[in-house]
T-cell receptor
Framework: AQSVSQHNHHVILSEAASLELGCNYS??????LFWYVQYPGQHLQLLLKYFSGDPLVKGIKGFEAEFIKSKFSFNLRKPSVQWSDTAEYFC????????????FGQGTTLQVKP | ETGVTQTPRHLVMGMTNKKSLKCEQH?????MYWYKQSAKKPLELMFV???????ENNSVPSRFSPECPNSSHLFLHLHTLQPEDSALYLCASSPEDSSYNEQFFGPGTRLTVL
């Protein structure tokens, strides 16, 4: 069965530190890739997505992610985090050309210390 | 109101009770989804509705019964639940049930089964 794995469950960083959250998926076909974020007390919302083309995608609030097909990975990065980036981050995939069924990773809690 | 709303936000019920969760989207979308988020587990898709027709039932027990009377409303009817059904239930919507669409999430209903 298809699955998504996020290696870091809880990350603690100081402000201005660089961030990289790992995401790997298991599926041999074409996938669409998403990062969702949930800020404290708020709804899940889309951070960025990749369907095709340039494997480096930019999202909101200075986040970016790189799709590396050979590694089945879609890691999320930000060069310099802020306290307001404290949130839970979810990697998810859909199977391209299929339904909207999102397959989620377990999530990573990011805590940024001021 | 805008976006996706869910009521109630919190629900405590006994195993013999019958209750319903409600989701409403004000985005003009044609697809709606129910997800379950249990502690320390990834979000799991439960049901998908597209144009008010159920298109996916992700092996969900019959004690969960969805209903989609129109494209703006989605219900999850609950009866004879078990304590392990305690979780956060999230509703989402998207323009179409497609692997390329972003899903918009509601705030969730925190369900506790005693």
């Amino acid at each position: 069965a298809q699955s998504v794995s996020q290696h870091n469950h809880h990350v603690i960083l100081s402000e201005a530190a660089s961030l990289e959250l790992g995401c790997n998926y298991s599926y041999g076909g074409t996938v669409n890739l998403f990062w969702y974020v949930q800020y404290p007390g708020q709804h899940l919302q889309l951070l960025l997505k990749y369907f095709s083309g340039d494997p480096l995608v930019k999202g909101i609030k200075g986040f970016e992610a790189e799709f590396i097909k050979s590694k089945f990975s879609f890691n999320l990065r930000k060069p310099s985090v802020q306290w307001s980036d404290t949130a839970e981050y979810f990697c998810a995939v859909t199977l391209s050309g299929n339904t909207g069924k999102l397959i989620f990773g377990q999530g990573t809690t990011l805590q940024v210390k001021p | 109101e805008t976006g996706v709303t869910q009521t109630p936000r919190h629900l405590v019920m006994g195993m013999t009770n019958k209750k319903s969760l409600k989701c409403e989207q004000h985005l003009g979308h044609n697809a709606m989804y129910w997800y379950k988020q249990s502690a320390k587990k990834p979000l799991e898709l439960m049901f998908v509705y597209s144009l008010e027709e159920r298109v996916e039932n992700n092996s969900v027990p019959s004690r969960f019964s969805p209903e989609c009377p129109n494209s703006s409303h989605l219900f999850l009817h609950l009866h004879t639940l078990q304590p392990e059904d305690s979780a956060l239930y999230l509703c989402a919507s998207s323009p179409e049930d497609s692997s390329y669409n972003e899903q918009f999430f509601g705030p969730g209903t925190r369900l506790t089964v005693l």
